[in-house]
């Protein structure tokens, strides 16, 4: 079976600091994958997108950006937080397109200080 | 573009009573639509979905959802609220690429 895990579970970071959040796959190959933020009373927004190794997709821009340095590694991260990047983090993954549903992992909370 | 717009950011029902959530979407094409739950400090769960075929889906946990194409709506409902279906519901449609596009979704309270 699939699992999907995320590190860390939680986080506190000053504002300025850098950050690096990883989720990884287990049981599929080649899997797209996603990484959503989640802010306080609002839906999920998409910010990142990979359909492949070193495949990379934003769709927001900000201060944030994602890696994909294995098949089933995914890395959301940035060179200096801001408040606003203050939220619940989550990571999907998903067999491809053609209705296939996503499967989340169980997010990172970052709280910037 | 597509969109989806979850009707009432709160939902407050009485236990055993009739649990309905409201999504409707906007697509150029012929969605696929979910429906999942978020219990605090957690991830998203899939409770079902709709690509194509019987417009009735039957879900986790006692729950449905009907697509109706001439209304744009994916409901969803379950005949009995239980404690444990207090959480936070999201719709989403796929844009068949894959990504999903989710509503703002739906906290519901489950009164004893």
């Known amino acids: 079976s699939q699992t999907i895990h995320q590190w860390p579970a939680t986080l506190v970071q000053p504002v300025g600091s850098p950050l690096s959040l990883e989720c990884t796959v287990e049981?599929?190959?080649?899997?797209?994958l996603y990484w959503y933020r989640q802010a306080a009373g609002r839906g999920l927004q998409l910010l990142f997108y990979?359909?492949?190794?070193?495949?990379i997709s934003s769709e927001v821009p900000q201060n944030l950006s994602a890696s994909r340095p294995q098949d089933r590694q995914f890395i959301l991260s940035s060179k200096k937080l801001l408040l606003s990047d203050s939220g619940f983090y989550l990571c999907?993954?998903?067999?491809?397109?053609?209705?296939?549903?996503?499967?989340f992992g169980p997010g990172t909370r970052l709280t910037v200080t | 573009a597509q969109s989806v717009t979850q009707l009432g950011s709160h939902v407050s029902v009485s236990e055993g009573a009739l649990v309905l959530l409201r999504c409707n979407y906007s697509?150029?094409?012929?969605?696929?639509l979910f429906w999942y739950v978020q219990y605090p400090n957690q991830g998203l769960q899939l409770l079902l979905k709709?690509?194509?075929?019987?417009?009735l889906v039957k879900g986790i946990n006692g729950f449905e959802a009907e697509f109706k194409k001439s209304e744009t709506s994916f409901h969803l409902t379950k005949p009995s609220a239980h404690m444990s279906d207090a959480a936070e519901y999201f719709c989403?449609?796929?844009?068949?690429?894959?990504?999903?596009?989710f509503g703002q979704g739906t906290e519901l309270s489950v009164k004893p």
């Open positions: 999907a993954w998903t067999r491809g397109t053609g209705g296939y549903e996503q499967y």
């Open positions: 049981g599929t190959s080649n899997p797209n």
């Open positions: 697509s150029s094409v012929p969605p696929y």
């Open positions: 709709y690509t194509t075929g019987a417009t």
């Open positions: 990979s359909v492949g190794i070193g495949q």
């Open positions: 989403a449609v796929s844009d068949r690429g894959g990504k999903l596009i």
